[in-house]
């Protein structure tokens, strides 16, 4: 039967749904500190926002998640975790932001923030993790390290210390000489390519079915 498809032209069929369709992305850590040991907290509530710096490596990834050493205070639906540009080592435009875990540990343990799209992340860029509170008076815990060690992909880094802002984002104070928070990313690789249309798809069969109706006529 395999032999059969083959000459029939079911490998050029194949070959064209492969190159058409593209190649399932796969799961990777970005990068991580969890691993770490925890040296102490910082609070994330409405009068101080917190912020924690990572820069990718030499290629693009799709950012699906991210799981941070975290722990609830008290509990408030304000609560937020998003992505900002770099503006001069200090957190600059909101690019994206996460949806909060159905539930956080009072507990400092690992909690997961997911996006409900994923995050294409630029090479060789600087990007910041934010927490807070936008309103409200709740707060939670975030835990860092006093170790710079870290894992993940080849050039992904996580920086040194953190920026911490009084004013809901309006200025930023950096202590770069403490520990840096925990956290790790979760994305894909390589970025997922694009759907094709549904006439390339048609296409593609049919010029499948073309392959397969002359080998068929030669058999004849």
Request: hydrophobic share 35%; charged share 5%.
């Amino acid at each position: 039967m395999s032999k059969f498809w083959q000459k029939s032209g079911g490998g050029s069929l194949a070959l064209l749904l492969s190159l058409g369709l593209g190649q399932q992305a796969s799961a990777v850590t970005l990068v991580e500190n969890l691993s770490q040991g925890n040296n102490g907290v910082g609070v994330a509530r409405l009068a101080n926002w917190q912020g924690a710096s990572f820069t990718t490596g030499s290629s693009s990834y799709n950012l699906n998640s991210a799981t941070l050493l975290f722990g609830e205070n008290t509990a408030d639906p304000n609560l937020f975790l998003r992505i900002y540009s770099n503006s001069s080592g200090v957190p600059g435009t909101q690019l994206t932001s996460f949806t909060n875990p159905a539930s956080i540990t009072t507990t400092l343990a690992n909690n997961t923030f997911t996006l409900a799209t994923p995050y294409t992340l630029a090479a060789n860029t600087t990007y910041w993790l934010v927490s807070g509170i936008s309103s409200g008076t709740g707060s939670y815990r975030w835990g860092y390290t006093s170790s710079p060690a870290q894992t993940g992909l080849p050039g992904w880094t996580i920086g040194n210390g953190y920026v911490q802002s009084t004013n809901q984002g309006g200025s930023w104070s950096s202590f770069p000489t403490s520990g840096p928070y925990q956290f790790s990313l979760e994305g894909t690789t390589p970025p997922p390519t694009s759907v094709p249309e549904p006439g390339s798809v048609v296409a593609l069969l049919g010029l499948g079915g073309l392959g397969l109706a002359s080998s068929l006529k030669k058999r004849k």
